[in-house]
């Protein structure tokens, strides 16, 4: 009882910790990536944090996964530094004891983790699907943004207002270029304002003129007016489909298709990796006195990353239809499954290549 409540003890306080600081490190990364996007105009600028959190959320599972990892991982290089490991065994609890307590501990990480997987991880991207959508479909008015020159969303006009605005819904000294039916239009006006008509909104410009060419022949009509009535709003936003990522689980199970699997594998695999790393972590943990501290921690992200990338390469396979769920479900995680139970047997007997040689040449 007293071995488990200390290690399960140790296993809390380093998750914990090491928890917070991933934490504190991807909405770092994640927000300097969505400012990034907001530069681009893929993102409003106003629903940067949204983004973020909805981001960050959605990466959760793998969060939770790698803090785990580390976090039993770091418990045993400690123990095994301290010589507490020594203590342990000399008692008679072997290194295959050790998976009891670290289960107990997990198992409810884990849990967390599938529902991340299969539940929140398709909503967070659905809602980040959803605000760049409406933000790709709003109105040409909306983007219209003083002194900068701005592309309406069928790529068809490009217009400019001068940064001295005269009001919230007008402005001075406007520049349009449209391109329709194989002419190309210029018009420039001295000021302009917003009319809405019929639940629409247009753009009523003053003391301006218009050059019209027709590209193919390459004649010109210049027009010069009063007043011109332009409409830049569309009567209805144009569908986007929703990616692989943002369909629900059972959804994907039920539509079928390479793309779908792949994503449905790529979500079943999490908690799996998640208990698979639990065992590579008892493993691979071998404190050395004359290397360095970090050691352990080093070979431990190496072999997370290493997992993680079969698991990426895995996914990409199943889409390609080059693989099987079933199939990649049980080349990656299963194998790895075995090879770790073998290596941990191994070291809880403390068997060597060099002993089952010889144990082999004595048989013969």
């Known amino acids: 009882m007293l071995f488990d409540s200390s290690i399960r003890k140790e296993l809390a306080r380093s998750f914990g910790a090491t928890l917070v600081v991933l934490i504190t490190v991807v909405m770092t990364m994640m927000l300097i990536r969505t400012l990034g996007q907001a530069s681009k105009g893929n993102v409003s600028p106003s629903d940067v944090m949204l983004v973020m959190g909805f981001t960050v959320l959605g990466q959760m599972s793998t969060i939770l996964t ?48 599938a529902v991340l997987a299969l539940l929140v991880w398709p909503w967070s991207n659905l809602q ?25 969303s069928d790529g068809s006009r490009v217009i400019f207002i001068d940064k001295d605005r005269i009001s919230q819904e007008a402005a001075s000294n406007i520049f349009l270029v449209e391109q329709r039916q194989g002419r190309e239009f210029v018009t420039s006006a001295k ?5 809405t008509v019929d639940g629409l909104r247009n753009a009523v410009l003053q003391e301006g003129q218009r050059v019209e060419t027709d590209t193919v022949t390459g004649q010109t009509k210049v027009t010069h007016f009063a007043t011109y009535t332009l409409r ?19 959804q994907l199970f039920e539509t079928g298709g390479a793309m779908n699997l792949a994503e449905l594998g790529w979500r079943i695999g999490l908690p ?24 352990s921690l080093v070979v431990a992200l ?37 090879v770790a139970a073998l ?20 048989a013969a």
């Open 191 to 195: 000021t302009a304002h917003v009319e």
């Open 66 to 113: 790698l803090s785990l990892f580390v976090a039993i991982v770091g418990t045993l290089s400690r123990m095994y530094r301290d010589s507490e490991m020594a203590i342990w065994f000399a008692s008679g609890q072997g290194l295959a004891s050790q998976l009891r307590p670290i289960v107990r501990f997990s198992w409810p990480i884990v849990a967390v983790i």
């Open 232 to 250: 830049l709003d569309t009567d209805a936003a144009s569908a986007t489909g929703l990616t692989a990522r943002a369909l629900s689980s059972p």
């Open 302 to 338: 190496l072999a997370f990353v290493i997992y993680y990338n079969l698991m990426s390469v895995g996914q990409s396979w199943v889409a390609s239809e080059r693989l099987s769920l079933l199939s990649y479900l049980l080349g990656i995680h299963g194998s790895i499954f075995i």
């Open 272 to 295: 799996l990796a998640a208990l698979n790393l639990m065992i590579v972590a008892l493993v691979i943990t071998l404190v050395n006195p004359r290397a360095g501290q970090s050691t």
């Open 128 to 152: 980040v699907q959803e605000l760049r959508s409406q933000f790709e479909q709003r109105s040409d008015i909306d983007r219209i943004a003083p002194g900068e020159f701005q592309e309406s």
């Open 343 to 362: 290596g941990l047997a191994m070291r809880h007997n403390r068997w060597s290549l060099k002993d089952i040689v010889q144990r082999r040449g004595i």
